[in-house]
């Protein structure tokens, strides 16, 4: 392939998110940015490295990523036109972009083609954008198919997490949690204790706590007497 000089390319940006901390010990990030690499590459485009588009361990169910994530960066550059027109958004998948109910993920799908950016999912190869979606009008299906299995994938995972929750509370509720901890995750003043099987106040951080209450109480009681 003879590839244009670097300043005719069109630009690419590859956008990286995955939802749990524990993503971010396995490939998710390196097989990401890999495809978008490996695409830029082969088609002849120009991939950035100024824009930084990841979000890590941001969730994409209820928007967060479109409204104050990296996602939200970059479609603020592109109304800006600090993102030229022409350019490419490389996703892994759809739903790497939103996970959001339809009407929402739908308005952020079309904002940004609408704004003259490309949005090419990696794994199927599709390339979306304005034109091709007035030209192919059948492609809309496939872009509303992908979106409600992404948000309905997620409405599914967030109830069984809900319900095991659910359960989890009335075990401890009931006394039949076994010396077993509600959770790991703990305020900085506690902790689980193994040995003992409890959760445990970590004494100093425990007193900085009651004296920050202390305080917030006294002024309190001063503002209401003055």
């Known amino acids: 392939m003879i590839l244009p000089p670097a300043s005719e390319q069109p630009r ?17 990030l390196s ?46 550059a592109v109304e800006r036109g600090y993102v030229p027109e022409g350019s490419y958004l490389l996703v892994e998948n759809i739903d790497r ?18 704004a003259g950016v490309t949005v090419v999912t990696l794994t199927s190869g599709y390339a979306y954008s304005k034109e091709s979606i007035n030209q192919n009008p059948m492609e809309i299906y496939v872009i509303v198919a992908e979106l409600m299995r992404a948000n309905r994938e997620s409405a599914r995972k967030s109830q069984l997490v809900g319900d095991a929750k659910a359960r989890k509370k009335s075990r401890l509720l009931a006394g039949e949690l076994n010396g077993k ?16 099987r409890t959760y445990v ?26």
């Open 181 to 196: 901890p509600y959770t790991r995750q703990t305020p900085g003043w506690l902790r689980w204790e193994e040995e003992s």
């Open 31 to 76: 097989r990401q940015t890999e495809k978008a690499a490996r695409y830029a590459a082969e088609h002849g485009l120009a991939l950035d490295t100024e824009l930084s588009l990841a979000d890590l361990g941001v969730s994409a169910f209820r928007g967060a990523n479109a409204r104050t994530g990296a996602l939200a960066s970059f479609i603020a």
């Open 97 to 114: 972009m939103t996970r959001d109910d339809m009407s929402e993920a739908m308005t952020l799908f079309l904002r940004i083609i609408n």
């Open 12 to 28: 690419a940006y590859s956008y990286v998110r995955f939802s749990t901390p524990q993503q971010a010990h396995g490939d998710s």
């Open 201 to 226: 106040l970590v004494e100093e951080r425990a007193a900085l706590v009651r004296e920050i209450f202390e305080r917030a109480a006294g002024h309190a009681d001063h503002r209401e007497r003055g």
